[in-house]
């Protein structure tokens, strides 16, 4: 069975710092693996997703996103965070050949201050 | 119209009453699903419509019933539900025979059961 644990519910930072938000994953194969976001009333919105092809993953509005197997791990930065940053953010994980059941994290929420 | 449309965006419906939601995706898509995100839950898969057959059905209730009449809609029909059903529901397409092929997702019908 697959599973994704984002650490941390809420995440604080301050304008124009490192956004750093961790999520790791349990699969028993390679997976596939994606960050979404979310804003409010607004349905989830792809950042980035990760398909071997490369471990270092750069998706929309300036994340990125970095694939370590040694570690399970998936997290996701940016190296200076907006305002327009502030939203909630989801990892998920899906198996290859499971059609497109995905497997979500519990998401953090970031708030970016002044 | 482009990428998923749900609709209505807000519900509001006795637990007597019958009601549905519907999304629409203009992508070109082959398979469909309905998540439902609760208040400090992950998202729950509730079904999956893979080239218009239902593979997946995660124990849903059936107050809650599906329809997919084709590659481009799906419905998901209400009925007699309870409070602890309030949730945004979200509709979502993907390309089933791409591996990596992420979901699209529509921005969410927002019901309130009372």
């Known amino acids: 069975a697959q599973s994704v644990t984002q650490l941390g519910s809420h995440v604080s930072v301050s304008e124009g710092a490192l956004v750093l938000l961790r999520c790791n994953y349990s699969?028993?194969?390679?997976?596939?693996l994606f960050w979404y976001v979310q804003y409010p009333n607004q349905g989830l919105q792809l950042l980035l997703k990760?398909?071997?092809?490369?471990?270092l993953v750069k998706g929309i509005n300036g994340f990125e996103a970095e694939f370590k197997k040694s570690e399970t791990s998936f997290h996701l930065t940016k190296p200076s965070a907006h305002m327009s940053d502030a939203a909630e953010y989801f990892c998920?994980?899906?198996?290859?050949?499971?059609?497109?059941?995905?497997?979500f994290g519990q998401g953090t929420i970031l708030t970016v201050h002044p | 119209e482009t990428g998923v449309t749900q609709t209505p965006r807000h519900l509001v419906m006795g637990m007597t009453n019958k009601k549905s939601l519907k999304c629409e995706q203009h992508?070109?898509?082959?398979?469909m699903y309905w998540y439902k995100q609760s208040a400090k839950k992950p998202l729950e898969l509730m079904f999956v419509?893979?080239?218009?057959?239902?593979?997946e059905n995660n124990s849903v209730p059936s107050r809650f019933s599906p329809e997919c009449p084709n590659s481009s809609h799906l419905f998901l029909h209400l009925h007699t539900l309870q409070p602890e059903d309030s949730a945004l529901y979200l509709c979502?397409?993907?390309?089933?025979?791409?591996?990596?092929?992420?979901?699209?997702f529509g921005n969410g019908t927002r019901l309130t059961v009372t």
């Open positions: 979502a397409s993907s390309q089933v025979t791409e591996d990596n092929s992420p979901l699209h």
């Open positions: 699969s028993s194969v390679p997976p596939y």
């Open positions: 990760y398909t071997s092809a490369a471990t």
């Open positions: 998920a994980v899906k198996k290859a050949t499971s059609y497109g059941k995905l497997t």
């Open positions: 992508l070109g898509h082959n398979a």
């Open positions: 419509y893979s080239l218009e057959e239902r593979v």
